[in-house]
T-cell receptor, first 114, second 111 residues
Framework: GAGVSQSPSNKVTEKGKDVELRCDPI?????LYWYRQSLGQGLEFLIY????????KSGLPSDRFSAERTGGSVSTLTIQRTQQEDSAVYLC????????????FGPGTRLTVL | DAKTTQPPSMDCAEGRAANLPCNHS???????VYWYRQIHSQGPQYIIH???NNETNEMASLIITEDRKSSTLILPHATLRDTAVYYC????????????FGGGTRLMVKP
């Protein structure tokens, strides 16, 4: 079956521009997670959506970062006024509601801020 | 989450079984053993998990000792595409939002 998909796969932008990253979770998965991973580093949690509950935004590094999840499915991560330190691979994962330890990851979006 | 210990690296010949060990001596009764891997330049990939019985799926087998203090992930016929960092974690099935991985084992499958 279809896995988690993300778009674009690569994004190059100039410092100060806004970017939007998209995630399509596995159908039926009510939990959706955003992480980022810098080169050679571990996963950094950003935000978590579960059903209609308020998202857990505790991992967002600054107010330039925001995310939405419309209709309980597709999610968009927006980074405003991008900085060079935002360059990383942004990963989306989804899971069933009560199985947060079994997360299925998308291929990621590689963001490069020049 | 309970702490796990894995060897930092292992080699395996292509076509042979890769046996990746993990120690988790402080595992609690509600915690499962999960395995993920991360191939270079890709996102993490869930492999398998288990509580106390041995488990098998299309990717791998998981052998958990009777005292649950250690486990082994077995890739029965390793291919070059199995070269990756393999992470063993112990968690309850709904332990919270974020996954965190330790150092893992860097498996190199060689021709």
């Amino acid at each position: 079956g279809a896995g988690v998909s993300q778009s674009p796969s690569n994004k190059v932008t100039e410092k100060g521009k806004d970017v939007e990253l998209r995630c399509d979770p596995i159908s039926g998965h009510t939990a959706l997670y955003w992480y980022r991973q810098s080169l050679g580093q571990g996963l950094e949690f950003l935000i978590y959506f579960q059903g209609n509950s308020a998202p857990d935004k505790s991992g967002l590094p600054s107010d330039r970062f925001s995310a939405e999840r419309t209709g309980g499915s597709v999610s968009t991560l927006t980074i405003q006024r991008t900085q060079q330190e935002d360059s990383a691979v942004y990963l989306c994962a989804s899971s069933l509601a009560h199985e947060s330890s079994t997360q299925y990851f998308g291929p990621g979006t590689r963001l490069t801020v020049l | 989450d309970a702490k796990t210990t894995q060897p930092p690296s292992m080699d395996c010949a292509e076509g042979r079984a890769a046996n990746l060990p993990c120690n988790h001596s402080t595992i609690s009764g509600n915690e499962y053993v999960y395995w993920y891997r991360q191939i270079h330049s890709q996102g993490p990939q869930y492999i398998i998990h288990g509580l106390k019985n041995n488990e098998t799926n299309e990717m791998a087998s998981l052998i958990i000792t009777e005292d649950r203090k250690s486990s082994t992930l077995i890739l029965p016929h390793a291919t070059l595409r199995d070269t990756a960092v393999y992470y063993c974690i112990v968690r309850e099935p709904n332990a919270g939002n974020m996954l965190t991985f330790g150092g893992g084992t860097r498996l190199m499958v060689k021709p």
